[in-house]
């Protein structure tokens, strides 16, 4: 069953034929076929045509039954003050994905101190309310750099929305690029990706190796060498917390 729910993850699209999934899962054509007809009793699958099925919505219960308590934990918050005290100020921000018709980030929680946003152009009701585009911003690409690459596909096929900051990625090499070093490094540097004046270090939040978000840390554009590197200890060492928090380990 887990491997066949992983081959819907690995493929393409959303709707899939037995024989695909028996390819991608590594099992027989009659197995696959056993384990889709049990599935679908249980709301793991549905079959949305003869011979062709999508992920159910009992998957979904899954997934949100094991992430909801560990979203709410307190400490959570904590952490994201501590990252903001240790880089002397700046805003803070814990994105969660979300994959509801779209693979895209939501503001789960922040520290600001003070601040009231204005010097983003947004107000703190609209940051919690409004999913945002992977494509853009260090903690947008922190989390894309890790997802699969049929989704990866889905969100290069974006168009950019109107109002971004004039760092931002746009041609389709140079942000592939800057995923791969984000791989390679465990973080995202962006300057002015979002909005003009403002810079960026992201990473991601694992669990199991599977991205659930990222945690930025954002500061007014200075000159790249001012405490940097100090920045991007921090931000790398609070998404381990939190993702150690999230995971219960």
Same mark, same amino acid.
């Given at each position: 069953m887990f491997r066949l729910l992983h081959a819907f993850t690995q493929l393409g699209g959303e709707v899939h034929g037995l024989a695909e999934l028996a390819r991608a899962s590594a099992l027989d054509d009659s197995t696959v076929y056993r384990i889709l007809r049990c599935g679908i009793q249980q709301g793991a699958f549905v079959q949305v045509a003869r011979g062709r099925y999508r992920l159910g919505p009992a998957a979904v219960r899954l997934g949100t039954q094991a992430l909801t308590p560990r979203l709410q934990d307190r400490a959570l918050s904590s952490c994201l003050e501590q990252l903001r005290l240790a880089a002397d100020g700046g805003l803070v921000f814990l994105y969660g994905l979300t994959n509801l018709g779209h693979p895209q980030r939501h503001c789960i929680d922040m520290a600001v101190g003070s601040s009231d946003l204005s010097e983003l152009g947004l107000p703190p009701r609209d940051l919690m309310s409004i999913n945002r585009?992977?494509? @853009?911003? +260090?903690? *947008?690409? &922190?989390?894309?750099?890790?997802?699969?690459?049929?989704?990866?596909?889905? =969100?290069? $096929?974006?168009?950019?929305?109107?109002?971004?900051?004039?760092?931002?990625?746009?041609?389709?090499?140079?942000?592939?690029?800057?995923?791969?070093? @984000?791989? +390679?490094? *465990?973080? &995202?540097?962006?300057?002015?990706?979002?909005?003009?004046?403002?810079?960026? =270090?992201? $990473?991601?939040?694992?669990?199991?190796?599977?991205?659930?978000?990222?945690v930025v840390l954002m500061k007014p554009s200075s000159p790249p060498t001012v405490a940097r590197d100090r920045y991007e200890r921090a931000v790398t060492s609070t998404t381990a917390e939190v993702g150690r928090l999230i995971g219960g380990f």
């Amino acid at each position: 069953m887990f491997r066949l729910l992983h081959a819907f993850t690995q493929l393409g699209g959303e709707v899939h034929g037995l024989a695909e999934l028996a390819r991608a899962s590594a099992l027989d054509d009659s197995t696959v076929y056993r384990i889709l007809r049990c599935g679908i009793q249980q709301g793991a699958f549905v079959q949305v045509a003869r011979g062709r099925y999508r992920l159910g919505p009992a998957a979904v219960r899954l997934g949100t039954q094991a992430l909801t308590p560990r979203l709410q934990d307190r400490a959570l918050s904590s952490c994201l003050e501590q990252l903001r005290l240790a880089a002397d100020g700046g805003l803070v921000f814990l994105y969660g994905l979300t994959n509801l018709g779209h693979p895209q980030r939501h503001c789960i929680d922040m520290a600001v101190g003070s601040s009231d946003l204005s010097e983003l152009g947004l107000p703190p009701r609209d940051l919690m309310s409004i999913n945002r585009s992977l494509r @853009i911003g +260090a903690s *947008g690409r &922190a989390i894309l750099a890790h997802l699969s690459d049929n989704l990866q596909q889905r =969100v290069l $096929a974006e168009k950019l929305p109107p109002a971004v900051g004039p760092g931002v990625y746009r041609g389709r090499n140079e942000l592939l690029a800057s995923l791969a070093e @984000i791989r +390679a490094k *465990g973080y &995202a540097v962006g300057y002015q990706e979002c909005v003009r004046g403002w810079d960026s =270090v992201a $990473a991601p939040v694992l669990w199991g190796g599977t991205v659930l978000g990222s945690v930025v840390l954002m500061k007014p554009s200075s000159p790249p060498t001012v405490a940097r590197d100090r920045y991007e200890r921090a931000v790398t060492s609070t998404t381990a917390e939190v993702g150690r928090l999230i995971g219960g380990f």
